[in-house]
């Protein structure tokens, strides 16, 4: 949840949680828009506003992470840039919709070689609607006597994006967003993995690790080596070639035992 907001708001508040103060129990993340940003006497304030009531908290008690800071000291900007490009993405799929819609229905245009007042001519438009157009004609074969000097089909095809326009605006939103299609699909290769932990989740972990390193100690605790730590193992990812090359190399040096070379194998 906390990388939820994170990326879809760029402001991500985290609220301690207490059983008896002053020892949190544990952090929850706050939806950036039910916080107020509150001064008094010279000191910041986050008032969290919930269904049931309100709390309010002095700043350094309140967890942040943020990105894109540029109006804001405590919020980040939207994600408003990126509007444009998946306003395109949508108006493109809203094309393939329409095409889908209109493709399953035939149009025509008939040219009378004779004048008919307007209500022979609503009477004839429907004869022939149903004499070649209905459930009946399973033939497929439209016929039109004299009376018509000109008869054609007309076929919609809507414009939509060609492909290799199409994977220029997504490799835009997956740039945006710090991500690549392998990622998505689960199709990453060890070396694609590792350099989307370093360039994306490492970051996220190291900037969490201090938010909540800040909220939970004070500065004499922080001077003895107190620290909260994200992290993940990102052996446990590679493939099984890479891990034994890993384990055979770190064991046979004495820097894994037998159960931390388990634990990789999982």
Known sequence: KLATLYETDNTAFIFPLYEVEPRPVGFYPVKAQTVQHLIYDNQDYFKFMFSSGAVTLPKDEVGILNKFNYRSDF????????????????????????????????RFIAKLATVLQPKDLTAER????????????NGGVFLADAKYDDIKQITSEPFTVNAAQMREIEESVFTYFGTNK????????PDEWSAYYEGKIEPFAIQASLTHTSMKFTD??????????FTANRLQYESTATKLNAITSLFDRGMLTQNQAADIMQ
């Open 75 to 106: 919020y980040g900007a939207s994600n408003s840039a990126i509007n444009p490009t998946l306003d395109l993405i949508n108006a493109n799929n809203q094309g393939i919709i329409e095409g889908v819609k209109n493709s399953a229905s035939l």
């Open 126 to 137: 429907k004869r022939l609607v149903e004499d070649n157009l209905g459930a009946d004609n």
């Open 182 to 189: 392998n990622i998505l699909q689960n199709k990453f290769t």
């Open 220 to 229: 004499k605790e922080l001077a003895y080596g107190n620290k909260i730590i």
